[in-house]
């Protein structure tokens, strides 16, 4: 693999100490070993990959998954847990100018399809996930952002919408209270534990006839036979074609067309003891919302059901032992600055993953071009809960030379390099200055 980030960033250390894996033990896939064949091989057992098996396996066709490390080892098992619109950092106007009007609104009905796409598997396949929270609420954390929330709820209301704004005097009253100028709450989404998701779509994806290995990342990727070679470790898949579903663990080289399409970016999470209804009710925030704020390097938080209080933010830009202990310690303390009253309470748990960032700002999710049967779906901004279900469910029809019968925007159809190729890393350290500067 050729990975642009260092050794340390794909390995334990940014991984240790996560609270999901506390909730639920992950299922013991078998290694592959020896040769196996299958109509579709997927590179990467997350929820684009898992989604893709499941739908995949439903609709009769032979998949199996080949998973790097454990099930639920990559982002898809240490992210916030937030099912909600998203996956492009691209603004409304942005996107309507950039990919036209008819494009952009395909574009925004997906982002909705997605959401209902992770209820409906929830629901149909009896998986527990500890949901809750009544859509998703944006607070303003300046004057400035709390005047586009109150601009953004008029237009939401003038297109037919129904989203609840908060003045600063009635974000106490709701149990929202904090440094906060405002709230915007759009009634689409909800939390969810995402290892407990992504166990339950994979054994729903096993029941279906899919099989699912781990400690078996592909070493290579090759034409062969009419079909695909790909060698592991220990053993090969021989596959008519080929579904790339690794995200923010992608490598330059599998296949060689991702080579500087795709920018890992890394997020950092903490999460506290449960907090007493004394403490809650000091801060103020009693509230099982999940949220985050409009800085453009964003935090985002809720109040989980067992009373813990989950914290996360964009992580650093490097990636060792130094800079990982120094981004927890600056996690902590933003932690404290935005809710001062829980300054004592513990930490019990903090660790880092990889999201991903496309040149274009929007997913990717279609074929590659000039590899004929190879597909990828990937950079979904932090937002892959949702919308990398929604990519392995597009991908599974794409696969099968299906129409998808849920929206499928232009918008998703193209991704282009970035300057610089490996050394594209280069273009973040500025770009999180004025990012910063802005917030």
């Known amino acids: 693999m050729r990975r642009i980030f260092s050794d340390y960033a794909y390995g334990p250390g940014p991984r240790s100490n996560c609270w999901w894996d506390e909730t639920i033990a992950a299922p013991d896939w078998p290694v592959l070993q020896g040769e196996a064949s299958a109509e579709v091989a997927i590179i990467g057992g997350g929820f684009t990959g898992v989604s893709a098996a499941l739908h995949l396996a439903e609709s009769g066709v032979s998949v199996a998954v080949l998973e790097a490390e454990t099930p639920g080892w990559g982002a898809s098992g ?8 998203g996956g492009s950092k691209l603004s409304g106007p942005a996107m309507r100018r950039m990919f036209g009007q008819a494009a952009a609104g395909t574009y925004g009905a997906g982002e909705k399809a997605a959401v209902h796409l992770v209820r409906d598997l929830l629901q149909t396949h009896g998986i527990d996930a500890d949901t809750h929270s009544d859509g998703e609420t944006q607070l303003a954390h300046s004057e400035k952002a709390a005047r586009r929330l109150r601009a953004q709820a008029e237009a ?3 297109a ?15 149990g929202l209270n904090g440094t906060f100028h405002a709230a915007l709450t759009t009634p689409v989404g909800f939390a969810l534990n995402p290892r407990k998701y992504l166990f339950g779509l994979a054994g729903a994806a096993q029941n279906a006839g899919a099989s699912l290995y781990q400690h078996s990342a592909a070493r290579s990727v090759r034409q062969d036979r ?3 070679k790909l060698e592991t470790k220990q053993g090969v898949l021989r596959a008519a074609k ?11 080289d599998l296949p060689g067309w991702l080579s500087g399409r795709y920018m890992p970016a890394q997020s950092t999470v903490m999460v506290t003891r449960p907090l007493t209804e004394t403490e809650l009710q ?5 509230s099982h919302q999940m949220a985050y704020d409009t800085r ?6 809720r109040l989980m059901p067992d009373k813990r209080f989950l914290f996360g933010m964009r992580g650093g830009l490097l990636a060792s032992p130094q800079a990982e202990a120094a981004i927890r310690h600056k996690l902590r303390q933003d932690f404290e600055a935005m809710f001062p009253a829980w300054h004592t309470v513990e930490t019990t748990h903090c660790w880092s993953g990889m999201v991903c960032l496309s040149r274009n700002l929007v997913p990717f999710v279609g074929a590659v071009p000039e590899m004929p049967g190879i597909y990828a779906g990937l950079c979904y901004h932090g937002n892959g809960v949702a919308m990398g279900s929604y990519a392995g469910r597009l991908l599974s029809d794409l696969v099968q030379d299906r129409t998808p019968d849920l929206p499928y925007s232009p918008v998703m159809q193209n991704m282009p390099r970035f300057p610089f190729g490996s050394a594209r890393r280069i273009l973040m350290p500025p770009a999180y200055a ?3 500067l802005m917030d």
């Open 156 to 158: 939401m209301r003038a």
């Open 78 to 85: 240490r992210n916030g847990g937030f099912c909600c619109l």
């Open 242 to 252: 080929v579904i790339i579903a690794t995200n923010g663990y992608s490598s330059e």
């Open 226 to 228: 009419g079909g695909y």
């Open 160 to 174: 037919g919408g129904e989203p609840d704004f908060l003045t600063r005097s009635q974000l106490a009253q709701n």
């Open 434 to 436: 004025l990012l910063g």
């Open 282 to 286: 000091a801060q103020g925030w009693v």
């Open 296 to 301: 453009n390097l964003l935090h985002y938080f």
